[in-house]
Protein backbone atom coordinates (compact mmCIF):
# COMPACT_ATOMS: atom_id res chain seq x y z
CA UNK A 1 0.00 0.00 0.00
CA UNK A 2 2.73 2.05 0.88
CA UNK A 3 4.33 1.45 -2.61
CA UNK A 4 1.33 2.74 -4.34
CA UNK A 5 1.22 5.75 -2.35
CA UNK A 6 4.71 6.95 -3.39
CA UNK A 7 4.13 6.31 -7.09
CA UNK A 8 0.65 8.54 -6.82
CA UNK A 9 3.09 11.03 -5.01
CA UNK A 10 5.77 10.94 -7.54
CA UNK A 11 3.24 11.29 -10.57
CA UNK A 12 3.17 14.80 -11.45
CA UNK A 13 -0.88 15.65 -11.47
CA UNK A 14 -1.04 18.91 -13.70
CA UNK A 15 0.98 16.96 -16.78
CA UNK A 16 -1.53 13.94 -16.40
CA UNK A 17 -4.40 16.54 -16.84
CA UNK A 18 -2.49 17.96 -19.60
CA UNK A 19 -2.15 14.99 -21.51
CA UNK A 20 -5.43 14.34 -21.03
CA UNK A 21 -6.66 18.03 -22.05
CA UNK A 22 -4.44 17.43 -25.16
CA UNK A 23 -5.97 13.71 -25.97
CA UNK A 24 -9.74 15.24 -25.64
CA UNK A 25 -8.74 18.34 -27.82
CA UNK A 26 -7.30 16.29 -30.27
CA UNK A 27 -9.93 13.90 -30.47
CA UNK A 28 -13.38 16.28 -30.16
CA UNK A 29 -10.84 18.85 -32.19
CA UNK A 30 -10.48 15.95 -35.29
CA UNK A 31 -14.46 14.97 -34.98
CA UNK A 32 -15.77 18.28 -35.56
CA UNK A 33 -13.72 19.54 -38.14
CA UNK A 34 -14.80 16.87 -40.40
CA UNK A 35 -18.27 16.95 -38.96
CA UNK A 36 -18.34 21.00 -39.99
CA UNK A 37 -16.23 19.83 -43.70
CA UNK A 38 -19.15 17.64 -44.60
CA UNK A 39 -21.87 20.25 -43.00
CA UNK A 40 -20.28 22.71 -45.22
CA UNK A 41 -20.51 20.95 -48.99
CA UNK A 42 -23.71 20.00 -48.58
CA UNK A 43 -24.94 23.43 -47.94
CA UNK A 44 -22.97 24.78 -51.35
CA UNK A 45 -23.46 21.36 -52.52
CA UNK A 46 -26.41 22.73 -55.51
CA UNK A 47 -24.37 25.97 -55.82
CA UNK A 48 -20.84 24.88 -56.34
CA UNK A 49 -19.25 22.20 -59.09
CA UNK A 50 -17.36 18.99 -57.89
CA UNK A 51 -13.63 20.45 -58.02
CA UNK A 52 -15.25 23.93 -55.83
CA UNK A 53 -17.22 21.77 -52.92
CA UNK A 54 -13.09 19.93 -52.86
CA UNK A 55 -11.28 22.75 -52.66
CA UNK A 56 -13.85 23.99 -49.83
CA UNK A 57 -13.89 20.86 -48.11
CA UNK A 58 -10.10 20.98 -48.04
CA UNK A 59 -10.34 24.13 -47.11
CA UNK A 60 -11.95 23.42 -44.05
CA UNK A 61 -9.91 20.76 -43.19
CA UNK A 62 -6.37 22.15 -43.23
CA UNK A 63 -7.55 25.06 -41.44
CA UNK A 64 -9.16 23.02 -38.85
CA UNK A 65 -6.28 21.24 -38.38
CA UNK A 66 -4.38 23.90 -37.92
CA UNK A 67 -6.13 25.38 -35.59
CA UNK A 68 -6.27 22.23 -33.35
CA UNK A 69 -2.31 22.41 -33.85
CA UNK A 70 -1.87 25.85 -32.55
CA UNK A 71 -4.60 24.94 -29.35
CA UNK A 72 -2.49 21.77 -28.67
CA UNK A 73 0.67 23.62 -28.58
CA UNK A 74 -0.83 26.86 -26.61
CA UNK A 75 -2.20 24.16 -23.96
CA UNK A 76 1.49 22.51 -23.74
CA UNK A 77 3.10 25.58 -22.59
CA UNK A 78 4.92 26.40 -26.02
CA UNK A 79 5.31 30.29 -26.61
CA UNK A 80 3.26 30.82 -30.05
CA UNK A 81 5.75 33.72 -31.65
CA UNK A 82 8.82 31.24 -30.90
CA UNK A 83 6.69 28.59 -32.73
CA UNK A 84 5.37 30.61 -35.77
CA UNK A 85 9.43 32.38 -36.24
CA UNK A 86 10.40 28.61 -36.23
CA UNK A 87 7.77 27.95 -38.68
CA UNK A 88 9.01 30.54 -41.00
CA UNK A 89 12.66 29.81 -41.49
CA UNK A 90 11.75 26.28 -42.11
CA UNK A 91 9.72 26.99 -44.56
CA UNK A 92 12.11 29.26 -46.42
CA UNK A 93 14.54 26.77 -46.27
CA UNK A 94 11.98 23.95 -47.45
CA UNK A 95 11.24 26.34 -50.35
CA UNK A 96 14.56 26.42 -51.44
CA UNK A 97 15.02 22.68 -51.14
CA UNK A 98 11.88 22.25 -53.02
CA UNK A 99 11.19 24.24 -55.80
CA UNK A 100 9.36 21.76 -57.80
CA UNK A 101 7.08 21.07 -55.32
CA UNK A 102 6.50 25.16 -54.82
CA UNK A 103 5.94 25.22 -58.66
CA UNK A 104 3.51 22.60 -58.79
CA UNK A 105 2.03 24.48 -55.99
CA UNK A 106 2.07 27.86 -57.94
CA UNK A 107 0.49 25.39 -61.35
CA UNK A 108 -2.15 23.83 -59.31
CA UNK A 109 -3.54 27.88 -57.62
CA UNK A 110 -3.66 28.49 -61.89
CA UNK A 111 -5.30 25.59 -62.37
CA UNK A 112 -8.12 25.93 -59.76
CA UNK A 113 -8.30 29.75 -60.97
CA UNK A 114 -8.45 28.99 -64.74
CA UNK A 115 -10.88 25.81 -64.74
CA UNK A 116 -9.43 24.21 -67.94
CA UNK A 117 -11.05 21.13 -66.65
CA UNK A 118 -13.46 20.16 -64.01
CA UNK A 119 -13.90 16.93 -61.72
CA UNK A 120 -15.37 14.11 -63.91
CA UNK A 121 -14.25 15.39 -67.37
CA UNK A 122 -12.34 13.41 -69.72
CA UNK A 123 -8.35 15.13 -70.63
CA UNK A 124 -6.10 13.74 -72.75
CA UNK A 125 -2.55 14.80 -71.69
CA UNK A 126 0.32 13.52 -73.71
CA UNK A 127 -0.35 10.03 -73.74
CA UNK A 128 -2.47 9.76 -71.02
CA UNK A 129 -6.50 10.28 -71.53
CA UNK A 130 -9.27 9.52 -67.96
CA UNK A 131 -11.45 11.17 -65.96
CA UNK A 132 -10.43 13.35 -63.35
CA UNK A 133 -10.64 12.35 -60.05
CA UNK A 134 -9.63 15.29 -58.27
CA UNK A 135 -7.49 18.45 -58.96
CA UNK A 136 -5.15 18.95 -55.90
CA UNK A 137 -2.52 21.88 -55.08
CA UNK A 138 0.27 19.62 -56.15
CA UNK A 139 -1.04 17.23 -58.91
CA UNK A 140 -4.23 16.27 -60.69
CA UNK A 141 -5.19 12.44 -60.54
CA UNK A 142 -6.91 10.39 -63.67
CA UNK A 143 -8.51 7.52 -63.99
CA UNK A 144 -8.12 6.03 -67.58
CA UNK A 145 -11.07 3.37 -68.54
CA UNK A 146 -8.47 0.55 -67.80
CA UNK A 147 -9.25 1.71 -64.12
CA UNK A 148 -5.38 2.48 -63.25
CA UNK A 149 -4.60 5.56 -61.04
CA UNK A 150 -2.67 7.89 -63.40
CA UNK A 151 -1.00 10.99 -61.31
CA UNK A 152 0.21 14.12 -63.28
CA UNK A 153 2.43 16.78 -61.64
CA UNK A 154 0.13 20.87 -61.88
CA UNK A 155 3.69 21.56 -63.43
CA UNK A 156 3.32 19.59 -66.69
CA UNK A 157 -0.37 19.96 -66.76
CA UNK A 158 0.63 23.83 -67.12
CA UNK A 159 3.52 23.24 -69.89
CA UNK A 160 1.73 20.50 -71.37
CA UNK A 161 -1.46 20.98 -74.35
CA UNK A 162 -4.60 19.41 -72.70
CA UNK A 163 -7.61 18.30 -74.16
CA UNK A 164 -10.98 18.51 -72.87
CA UNK A 165 -13.06 15.86 -74.92
CA UNK A 166 -16.08 16.66 -72.62
CA UNK A 167 -15.77 20.77 -72.06
CA UNK A 168 -18.88 20.72 -74.46
CA UNK A 169 -22.12 19.26 -74.39
CA UNK A 170 -22.04 17.47 -78.09
CA UNK A 171 -19.31 16.21 -79.84
CA UNK A 172 -18.84 15.74 -83.65
CA UNK A 173 -17.61 11.95 -84.18
CA UNK A 174 -15.53 11.43 -87.95
CA UNK A 175 -15.32 8.78 -89.56
CA UNK A 176 -13.30 7.75 -92.65
CA UNK A 177 -15.09 5.68 -95.46
CA UNK A 178 -13.82 4.21 -98.35
CA UNK A 179 -15.66 2.33 -101.73
CA UNK A 180 -14.70 0.88 -104.44
CA UNK A 181 -13.58 3.30 -107.67
CA UNK A 182 -16.60 1.92 -109.85
CA UNK A 183 -19.67 2.85 -106.81
CA UNK A 184 -21.86 5.57 -107.49
CA UNK A 185 -20.31 8.73 -105.28
CA UNK A 186 -23.64 10.51 -105.40
CA UNK A 187 -25.77 7.24 -104.44
CA UNK A 188 -23.22 6.58 -101.49
CA UNK A 189 -23.50 10.24 -100.13
CA UNK A 190 -26.95 9.91 -100.35
CA UNK A 191 -27.26 6.16 -98.48
CA UNK A 192 -24.83 7.51 -96.04
CA UNK A 193 -26.66 10.76 -95.11
CA UNK A 194 -29.96 7.98 -94.40
CA UNK A 195 -28.25 5.85 -92.15
CA UNK A 196 -27.05 8.90 -89.84
CA UNK A 197 -30.29 10.03 -90.16
CA UNK A 198 -31.79 6.81 -88.74
CA UNK A 199 -29.54 6.44 -86.04
CA UNK A 200 -31.60 7.26 -82.67
CA UNK A 201 -28.09 8.70 -81.49
CA UNK A 202 -27.27 11.16 -83.89
CA UNK A 203 -28.24 14.59 -83.90
CA UNK A 204 -30.50 16.18 -86.06
CA UNK A 205 -29.08 19.51 -85.29
CA UNK A 206 -26.03 20.73 -86.25
CA UNK A 207 -26.73 18.41 -89.06
CA UNK A 208 -24.39 15.24 -90.46
CA UNK A 209 -21.60 16.54 -92.93
CA UNK A 210 -19.95 14.31 -95.77
CA UNK A 211 -16.55 15.37 -97.10
CA UNK A 212 -14.96 14.08 -100.20
CA UNK A 213 -11.55 13.31 -99.03
CA UNK A 214 -10.25 12.34 -102.57
CA UNK A 215 -8.83 9.71 -104.65
CA UNK A 216 -6.96 6.85 -102.52
CA UNK A 217 -4.48 4.54 -103.66
CA UNK A 218 -7.46 1.55 -103.69
CA UNK A 219 -10.86 3.68 -102.89
CA UNK A 220 -12.59 6.57 -102.77
CA UNK A 221 -12.13 8.40 -99.77
CA UNK A 222 -14.88 9.70 -97.80
CA UNK A 223 -15.58 10.91 -94.09
CA UNK A 224 -18.81 11.34 -92.61
CA UNK A 225 -19.27 13.90 -89.95
CA UNK A 226 -22.00 13.09 -86.99
CA UNK A 227 -22.86 15.30 -84.18
CA UNK A 228 -23.65 13.10 -80.55
CA UNK A 229 -24.71 14.32 -77.23
CA UNK A 230 -21.01 13.57 -75.55
CA UNK A 231 -22.49 10.93 -73.10
CA UNK A 232 -23.27 8.77 -76.37
CA UNK A 233 -20.20 9.06 -78.26
CA UNK A 234 -19.14 5.06 -77.56
CA UNK A 235 -22.90 4.28 -78.34
CA UNK A 236 -23.07 6.22 -81.47
CA UNK A 237 -19.33 5.35 -83.15
CA UNK A 238 -20.30 1.48 -82.66
CA UNK A 239 -24.05 1.46 -84.02
CA UNK A 240 -23.14 3.69 -86.98
CA UNK A 241 -20.41 1.49 -88.05
CA UNK A 242 -22.00 -1.26 -88.29
CA UNK A 243 -25.29 0.07 -89.59
CA UNK A 244 -22.94 1.45 -92.59
CA UNK A 245 -21.68 -1.74 -93.15
CA UNK A 246 -25.01 -3.48 -93.32
CA UNK A 247 -26.01 -0.80 -95.45
CA UNK A 248 -23.28 -1.47 -98.15
CA UNK A 249 -24.15 -5.18 -98.04
CA UNK A 250 -27.59 -4.83 -98.73
CA UNK A 251 -27.37 -1.99 -101.98
CA UNK A 252 -24.01 -4.22 -102.96
CA UNK A 253 -21.10 -1.56 -102.51
CA UNK A 254 -17.87 -2.91 -102.42
CA UNK A 255 -15.60 -1.94 -99.36
CA UNK A 256 -12.03 -2.13 -101.31
CA UNK A 257 -9.19 -3.23 -99.43
CA UNK A 258 -5.63 -2.45 -100.79
CA UNK A 259 -4.14 -4.75 -103.42
CA UNK A 260 -0.21 -6.13 -104.01
CA UNK A 261 0.87 -6.60 -107.24
CA UNK A 262 4.05 -8.97 -107.12
CA UNK A 263 6.80 -7.37 -109.42
CA UNK A 264 10.11 -9.60 -109.73
CA UNK A 265 11.90 -7.30 -112.11
CA UNK A 266 14.54 -7.37 -115.83
CA UNK A 267 16.71 -9.07 -113.72
CA UNK A 268 14.91 -12.24 -112.04
CA UNK A 269 14.66 -15.75 -114.16
CA UNK A 270 10.70 -15.77 -115.45
CA UNK A 271 8.93 -17.88 -113.23
CA UNK A 272 8.22 -21.53 -114.23
CA UNK A 273 4.92 -22.35 -115.01
CA UNK A 274 3.64 -25.78 -115.18
CA UNK A 275 0.86 -26.90 -117.80
CA UNK A 276 -1.11 -29.82 -116.91
CA UNK A 277 -4.25 -31.28 -118.87
CA UNK A 278 -7.07 -32.83 -117.86
CA UNK A 279 -7.01 -36.24 -116.69
CA UNK A 280 -10.28 -37.33 -117.50
CA UNK A 281 -9.70 -35.83 -121.76
CA UNK A 282 -8.28 -39.12 -123.39
CA UNK A 283 -7.61 -37.67 -126.56
CA UNK A 284 -5.64 -34.81 -124.13
CA UNK A 285 -1.81 -34.33 -124.66
CA UNK A 286 0.72 -35.87 -121.96
CA UNK A 287 1.59 -33.11 -119.65
CA UNK A 288 4.49 -30.75 -120.89
CA UNK A 289 7.74 -30.36 -119.17
CA UNK A 290 8.45 -26.86 -117.01
CA UNK A 291 8.65 -23.95 -119.46
CA UNK A 292 9.23 -20.45 -119.16
CA UNK A 293 7.00 -17.84 -119.00
Not at 8 to 15: K, Q, T, V, Y
Not at 172 to 181: E, F, K, M, W
Not at 215 to 226: N, Q, T, W, Y
Request: glycine share 8%; proline share 5%; aromatic share 8%.
Amino acid sequence: MNRWLDLIERIDLSRLVTGLQVVVIAVLGLVFVRGLARLVTRIFAKRLTRQGLLIIEKGVLYAGYLLILITILNQLGFQLATVLGAAGIAAVAIGFSAQTSLSNLISGLFLIGEEPFQVGDLITVGEHTGLVESIDLLSVKLRPFDNRYIRIPNETLIKTPVVNVTHFPIRRIDLSIGVAYKEDLRQVMQLLLEVADRNPWCLDEPVPIIIFDGFGDSALEMKLGVWVSKTDVLALRNSLLVEIKEAFDREGIEIPFPHRTLYTGEATAPFPIRIVSDSSDPGAAPPSPEAGA
